[in-house]
């Protein structure tokens, strides 16, 4: 059974950088940042296959970068040009098989999530 856990989040400037990490235990085929941010609806940002192949969100494409280091079970989500609207709880989550689908931003399909990641307001 997949396990995950973040880490990363915490303070930063405003068009500055952060990297969330997301460790996991088991496979997992599909794996994706997750974020909430308060009174609004998930939003998957980015989402990996294990054959390294990556889609992200309109609203992150070109600033965040999504990884995954099988040799380490880690996740990785480098975000860059950080801006006020990135703030939220950040989660990282799995989906451990099943077919492609393009349809990688519905949320539901996704089984296993980890406890969140803050990233707070840029100041």
């Known amino acids: 059974q997949v396990q995950l856990q973040e880490s990363g989040g915490g303070s930063v400037q405003s068009g500055g950088s952060l990297k969330l990490s997301c460790i996991y235990s088991?496979?997992?085929?599909?794996m994706a940042w997750v974020r909430q941010a308060p009174g609004k609806e998930r939003e998957a940002v980015a989402r990996i296959v294990d054959n390294g192949f990556t889609a992200y969100a309109d609203s992150v494409k070109g600033r965040f970068t999504i990884s995954r280091d099988n040799a380490k079970n880690t996740l990785y989500l480098q975000m860059n040009s950080l801006k006020p609207e990135d703030t939220a709880m950040y989660y990282c989550?799995?989906?451990?098989?099943?077919?492609?689908?393009?349809?990688?931003?519905?949320?539901?399909?996704?089984?296993?999530w980890g406890q969140g990641t803050q990233v707070p307001s840029p100041h």
């Open positions: 989550a799995a989906r451990p098989q099943g077919a492609y689908t393009q349809y990688w931003q519905e949320t539901s399909q996704y089984d296993v």
């Open positions: 088991g496979y997992s085929r599909y």
